[in-house]
């Protein structure tokens, strides 16, 4: 009886493993089935057909206004300033008097050399007549002419520190904040004020030393300004001789009128810099291309699978980017979903209109 209840429970055993065993089987087979049937399953993307086109091929740059003259305005004599002529922001002409320091102490030296010159011309003059009666000798008279060439020219030398007291522009232009009053004692390290010719204004930018050979003088570039829409254009008049070493960029300046005021130096400019005119250019959007460790690459789609591509890729604007070898017209060019890519993977493409 015994023998007879262990095999039954063999049996059982036996049964309950095998039917174990087969459902395991089942449900492995159905994973794999699942597994291989995804991998197979073709993954829907979006693209384009390449097509060529021309292209403007502009350097997009930052630069900085400069005004096309600025002097930091001071005063070649010391003393006390007697007047200001100017107003503050307002617009100064090339000569006009800003301001004047007293020069009383001056005057009165002046008026005491040209006595003193007066007397020294009456010797030298009385010398002369002596020297030809030969009443002196040569070096008597000649003493008497230096003494008279010295006093002359310290009368001058008054004059022109006179002439300095009245300190005059330089050049046409606006006029900024002063920082004296009338009655200041001024040195000549006391600024003024600021005198700046905003008429035309300079955009200084610098551009990669790879483009240095496509840049000429006389080009005409465009700028604009935060806070405005409006487009300036400015004329490339000076370009650096050398390439500056320590970022590998060359210096260029511009020059542009300031007709209605709006620029004002010290701002920063967004400068386009057109290089060249590419004709049959491909220009694909920037979201295709796949940055590697060797370069760039895109995905085509060939014969219904992903084809991995390397392009050499150059200048890029805001969505898209010029390629210049590695796609031709006709190719089809995959646009989403390329950082999930593989290289062969099956692929159903959607293409753009």
Do not use: C, W
């Not at 300095?164 to 600024?191: D, E, M, Q």
């Amino acid at each position: 009886m015994k023998v007879k209840n262990l095999i039954y429970a063999l049996l059982i055993i036996v049964l309950g493993g095998f039917i174990a065993y087969r459902v395991v089987s089942n449900k492995s087979k159905n994973d794999e089935s699942k597994k291989s049937g995804d991998k197979d399953r073709p993954t829907t993307v979006t693209g384009l057909v390449v097509t060529t086109s021309t292209f403007d091929n502009n350097l997009s740059l930052s630069g900085s206004i400069e005004a096309n003259e600025q002097v930091e305005i001071h005063s070649e004599v010391s003393g006390i300033v007697e007047g200001i002529y100017f107003t503050e922001g307002t617009y100064v002409n090339k000569g006009q008097v800003l301001f004047k320091v007293n020069d009383i102490e001056l005057r009165a030296q002046l008026r005491q050399a040209q006595t003193k010159e007066g007397l020294a011309a009456e010797n030298e003059r009385r010398a002369k007549l002596l020297l030809q009666k030969e009443a002196i000798s040569q070096e008597e008279f000649d003493v008497a002419n230096a003494d008279y060439a010295s006093m002359k020219a310290q009368t001058q030398l008054i004059k022109a520190q006179i002439a300095k007291t009245s300190v005059k522009a330089p050049f046409s232009g606006k006029i900024g904040l002063r920082s004296i009053s009338p009655g200041t004692y001024i040195t000549p390290t006391v600024l003024v004020a600021k005198l700046v010719n905003t008429g035309k204004l300079k955009i200084t930018f610098s551009i990669p030393e790879k483009y240095a050979s496509e840049v000429r003088s006389g080009s005409t570039i465009d700028f604009s300004v935060s806070g405005s829409d409006k487009v300036y254009s400015a004329k490339i008049y000076a370009i650096e001789p050398e390439v500056e070493v320590a970022t590998r960029t060359l210096q260029i300046r511009a020059i542009a009128d300031n007709i209605d005021g709006k620029l004002f130096p010290g701002t920063f400019a967004d400068v386009k810099l057109p290089l060249n005119i590419i004709k049959d250019a491909i220009v694909v959007p920037s979201e295709a291309i796949v940055p590697v460790q060797d370069g760039k690459k895109v995905y085509i789609a060939n014969m219904g699978k992903a084809k991995e591509v390397m392009v050499d890729a150059t200048t890029r604007t805001d969505a898209s980017i010029l390629i210049l070898s590695g796609l031709k017209a006709g190719d089809t060019l995959i646009t989403s979903g390329v950082m999930s890519l593989k290289n062969e993977a099956p692929i159903k493409v959607q293409v753009k209109k």
